[in-house]
């Protein structure tokens, strides 16, 4: 299999109301994200920036939103509400800046986050104990 070729990123900007959920550093925060924003743009990809949404604290983690390989998008299916309203922004996105075909997963009692997901370039396997054991049990 040859090299995955990135030509696009999707990054949230982060929320005020992301402050709420724990102490840390909200300014340094903001910086590290423009500096990762200025980064993904210096080695030539296409940068997408999501507005802050205030309803979703987390929503500056994009990758719980889905997976993507091959061109198609396995969108995430959460038992968390927050997360599943990302997913389901997420896919608007996909669908209709990117042109990528999306697959929606109808597994009943199924939950799958894209963070909790690893391609090896061959392979797709879980490395979270909690949705593995979800997916097992």
Same mark, same amino acid.
């Given at each position: 299999?040859?090299?995955?070729?990135?030509?696009?990123? /999707?990054?949230?900007?982060?929320?005020?109301? /992301?402050?709420?959920? $724990? #102490?840390?550093?909200? %300014?340094?925060?903001?910086?590290?994200?423009?500096?990762?924003?200025?980064?993904?743009? %210096?080695? $030539?990809? %296409?940068?997408?920036?999501? +507005? +802050?949404?205030?309803? @979703?604290?987390?929503?500056?983690?994009? #990758?719980?939103?889905?997976?993507?390989?091959?061109?198609?998008?396995?969108?995430?299916?959460?038992?968390?509400?927050?997360?599943?309203?990302?997913?389901?922004?997420?896919?608007?996105? @996909?669908?209709? #800046? @990117?042109?990528?075909?999306?697959?929606?997963?109808?597994? +009943?009692?199924?939950?799958?986050?894209?963070?909790?997901?690893?391609?090896?370039?061959?392979?797709?396997?879980? /490395?979270?104990?909690?949705?593995t054991y979800i997916v097992n049990h």
């Amino acid at each position: 299999m040859p090299p995955q070729r990135y030509t696009h990123a /999707i990054v949230a900007r982060i929320s005020d109301t /992301i402050k709420k959920n $724990g #102490e840390f550093d909200y %300014d340094k925060a903001k910086q590290q994200h423009q500096n990762f924003c200025s980064l993904l743009r %210096d080695i $030539g990809l %296409d940068v997408i920036e999501l +507005p +802050p949404d205030e309803t @979703l604290p987390e929503g500056v983690f994009v #990758e719980n939103a889905a997976i993507i390989c091959n061109g198609v998008a396995l969108m995430s299916k959460s038992d968390n509400l927050f997360r599943q309203r990302e997913a389901d922004s997420m896919e608007i996105i @996909l669908k209709k #800046e @990117l042109d990528i075909p999306v697959v929606n997963p109808n597994i +009943p009692n199924a939950i799958l986050d894209g963070g909790d997901v690893l391609f090896t370039g061959k392979l797709f396997k879980i /490395i979270s104990e909690f949705t593995t054991y979800i997916v097992n049990h």
